[in-house]
């Protein structure tokens, strides 16, 4: 298996829920005190937290900000220097010297990679497996509106962007895609399945506890996306891809 783990997705799109999945079957992502928000120490808009890592969060706005962007204005593309390449590694290597041995991996998640991740891939001293969630646009697109005061149409398009940025990366990454707007059967099951693929411990009792119904606020079943045609393209191909992998 790869060296690291890396979990991407769009903002509001279940990275939070898989990464911390993951995280109670094994795979490390730091010292609690430098996530910056775990369960118990959470955001507005993420009541369970994140289980972002703030270094790596740091990494990645400093490059976007060089780029001339930010996460919700995508720059064109996107600049390191040696000073990046010197954070990530260092960050790689704390993160490997850290990991107590109950955990068999170690990574990080924070969805402003999809839009680094080139930087990171260029830089990181290791092989990246690559752990992918994703939601419907429209539930997206209204979850940042209500969080961000994002127009809707923003929404989609920054939806769109991020996950034909994802899609990218998914051509030359190992990977496996999670789809989060599922009924809570198949979404934990496709995440346990997904734990003993990466050969962490299977916990079942714990991503029970910790998946909450009442955070996954759809409403988007019915939206054919017609109104957006080029997240309708994306959508289709992040459907096509996760039902092409081994049922869960």
């Not at 209204?142 to 398009?157: K, Q, T, V, W």
Request: proline share 5%.
């Amino acid at each position: 298996m790869s060296d690291a783990v890396v979990v991407l997705g769009m903002h509001r799109s279940g990275t939070s829920f898989l990464v911390r999945a993951l995280n109670l079957a094994g795979l490390w992502l730091g010292e609690s005190a430098h996530l910056a928000t775990i369960e118990g120490r959470a955001m507005s808009g993420n009541p369970k937290g994140n289980y972002e890592h703030r270094e790596a969060v740091a990494i990645s706005e400093v490059i976007l900000r060089r780029s001339g962007g930010t996460w919700f204005r995508p720059p064109l593309r996107v600049f390191g220097d040696a000073n990046d390449g010197q954070r990530i590694r260092a960050f790689c290597a704390r993160l490997q010297a850290t990991r107590p041995p109950e955990y068999v991996r170690w990574g990080w998640k924070d969805p402003r990679a999809v839009l680094t991740l080139d930087v990171w891939r260029a830089t990181l001293p290791c092989r990246l497996f690559a752990v992918a969630a994703f939601r419907h646009p429209t539930a997206v697109a209204h979850s940042l509106m209500s969080r961000n005061r994002l127009p809707l149409e923003a929404g989609y398009a920054l939806w769109s962007h991020y996950n034909r940025q994802l899609l990218r990366h998914l051509e030359t990454l190992p990977h496996l895609l999670v789809r989060f707007d599922v009924d809570a059967a198949e979404l934990i099951a496709r995440t346990i399945k997904l734990c003993t693929a990466m050969q962490l411990r299977a916990e079942p009792s714990a991503i029970v506890a910790w998946h909450d119904a009442a955070l996954v606020r759809s409403g988007a079943e019915d939206d054919g996306l017609e109104h957006v045609p080029e997240a309708a393209t994306v959508w289709n191909e992040l459907l096509r891809r996760y039902r092409a992998q081994a049922p869960g």
